[in-house]
T-cell receptor
């Protein structure tokens, strides 16, 4: 099956610093990658959609200057949380989709804690 | 717009009980439907899917049938196990980007 690897699984950072989260499709080429945020006991909230080689499309209310997304290759997308604040603490999950398949595959998620 | 309405949880069952988690959807066009499962502290795993009306998705004893007439995709399992304890998400995808729209999730706890 298709495997998506997300790294790191947990990160603690100080307020004001930036954190980069990587999402890799290990055995397929991901034409589209998605970034979600999940609050405790809640559903996933789509933050942005990225296609390889083009700018990400952000959902309404998501600050694109704060959540920088780069999809430089067909197997790697990164989410950088810039100038992180405690309210950015959350569980971030990426997913990747191959052009010819209907389903998306998810990474393991990253637990970000900003102190 | 698209939306998914999922049975409120939490659901607590005894081992070997029958499980149903209801899911209905609203979508334009012909969406694909999915059930994903999330274990504590992890991402989502695809459990099953159906891409057109009357399709039945099945995996690990779980089943769901794409019912266009009732716009439903209810998840069922005849005999649950403790290891099935997790959060289950119903989702649909449509449109050119095939973005997923998720339901609110249902926490299932199976007691031995």
């Amino acid at each position: 099956g298709a495997v998506v690897s997300q790294h790191p699984s947990r990160v603690i950072c100080k307020s004001g610093t930036s954190v980069k989260i990587e999402c890799r499709s290990l055995d397929f080429q991901a034409t589209t990658m998605f970034w979600y945020r999940q609050f405790p006991k809640q559903s996933l909230m789509l933050m942005a959609t990225s296609n390889e080689g083009s700018k990400a499309t952000y959902e309404q209310g998501v600050e694109k200057d704060k959540f920088l997304i780069n999809h430089a290759s067909l197997t790697l997308s990164t989410l950088t949380v810039t100038s992180a604040h405690p309210e950015d603490s959350s569980f971030y999950i990426c997913s990747a989709r191959q052009e010819v398949r209907t389903e998306a595959f998810f990474g393991q998620g990253t637990r970000l804690t900003v102190v | 717009g698209n939306s998914v309405t999922q049975m409120e949880g939490p659901v607590t069952l005894s081992e070997e009980a029958f499980l149903t988690i209801n899911c209905t959807y609203t979508a334009t066009g012909y969406p694909s439907l999915f059930w994903y499962v999330q274990y504590p502290g992890e991402g989502l795993q695809l459990l099953l899917k159906a891409t057109k009306a009357d399709d039945k998705g099945s995996n690990k004893g779980f089943e769901a049938t794409y019912r266009k007439e009732t716009t439903s995709f209810h998840l069922e399992k005849g005999s649950v196990q403790v290891s099935d304890s997790a959060v289950y998400f119903c989702a649909l995808s449509s449109g050119s980007a095939r973005q997923l729209t998720f339901g609110s999730g249902t926490q299932l706890t199976v007691l031995p």
